[in-house]
């Protein structure tokens, strides 16, 4: 009896270890995740989810979305902004109240641009709008994933705080298929704001393993759980060897 318990301990103790090690954070650092979900009043209909791992002041995004409009380019940033809310902007923020936002207007709530999520080069808010580097959303979808970026300690403490927002712009009001209109940019005069207002938004929150049962409610939540039934396959997979199997065999034995 001492026996078993003490074996299962161990294997229990082995489960935990393979969970953080799922995850490319190491040890020392930490991870966030977010739902991204369609800016009101973007016309968007997307979604899709972003993991960023902070290994000091090194982080490493993975990031997939659906919904954009295909095969333009999509820039893509973390935000933060001590004195911004840490969240996505709602249709209140649309100061000027032509029923979009724009980059500008979500900054209240997402703060300035801290890392452009460039696919080669530069990741620095200097390259927020190096269209050439981003990805251009073939089908509509989006799929990112870069390591070894490096930040200040101060926006990897943010990052790891939850504070941080993850925005991917570029939207098409007009549904002709491409970035126009006569509205400029509120980032560059020469693009139209199509090209850049937001699309797809999420809050980078820390997820802490099996932790999802504490329901922080409301959609947050709801898309929250998304990200953890993944997370609970994985971990099922992976006992799938070990107790799980064992259990089952016992059981058919009897
Ligand atoms: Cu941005």
Same mark, same amino acid.
Request: aromatic share 2%.
């Given at each position: 009896m001492r026996k078993q318990s003490k074996f299962v301990g161990a294997t229990f103790g082995a489960i935990t270890l393979l969970a953080l090690g799922? #995850?490319?954070?190491?040890?020392? #650092?930490?991870?966030?995740?977010?739902?991204?979900?369609? !800016?009101? /009043?973007?016309?968007?209909e997307g979604s899709g989810t972003a993991m960023v791992s902070v290994s000091g002041t090194t982080i490493t995004v993975t990031m997939a979305a659906t919904?954009?409009?295909?095969?333009?380019p999509h820039?893509? &940033? !973390?935000? $933060? #902004?001590?004195?911004?809310? &840490? =969240?996505?902007?709602?249709? /209140?923020?649309?100061?000027? *109240?032509?029923? &979009?936002?724009?980059t500008s207007e979500g900054a209240p709530a997402y703060g300035p641009i801290v890392v452009s999520?460039? *696919?080669?080069?530069?990741?620095?808010?200097?390259?927020a709008?190096?269209? *050439?580097? $981003?990805?251009?959303?073939? /089908?509509?979808?989006?799929?990112? =994933?870069?390591? %070894?970026? *490096?930040?200040?300690?101060?926006?990897?403490?943010?990052? %790891?705080?939850?504070k941080a927002v993850v925005v991917i712009h570029g939207v098409d009001y007009n549904k002709d298929g491409k970035y126009s209109g006569?509205?400029? %940019?509120?980032?560059a005069p020469t693009l139209p704001t199509e090209a850049t207002d937001p699309a797809l938004c999420g809050a980078l929150l820390a997820a802490p393993v099996g932790g999802m049962a504490t329901g922080d409610g409301g959609a947050a939540g709801g898309v929250n759980s998304g990200l953890l039934i993944i997370g #609970?396959?994985?971990?099922?997979?992976?006992?799938?060897?070990g107790v799980i199997a064992g259990r089952r065999s016992r059981t058919a034995v009897r």
């Open positions: 799922a #995850g490319p954070a190491l040890a020392s #650092g930490s991870s966030v995740n977010a739902n991204l979900k369609p !800016i009101p /009043g973007s016309g968007v919904g954009l409009l295909a095969g333009q820039a893509a &940033h !973390i935000h $933060f #902004g001590a004195d911004a809310r &840490h =969240e996505c902007p709602v249709i /209140g923020d649309d100061t000027n *109240k032509d029923g &979009h936002l724009n999520l460039t *696919k080669s080069g530069d990741t620095s808010p200097a390259s709008l190096a269209v *050439k580097r $981003f990805d251009t959303a073939p /089908g509509g979808k989006l799929t990112y =994933e870069r390591g %070894s970026i *490096k930040v200040s300690s101060a926006v990897a403490a943010a990052i %790891s705080a939850g006569t509205v400029k %940019s509120d980032l #609970g396959g994985a971990l099922v997979a992976a006992a799938g060897t």
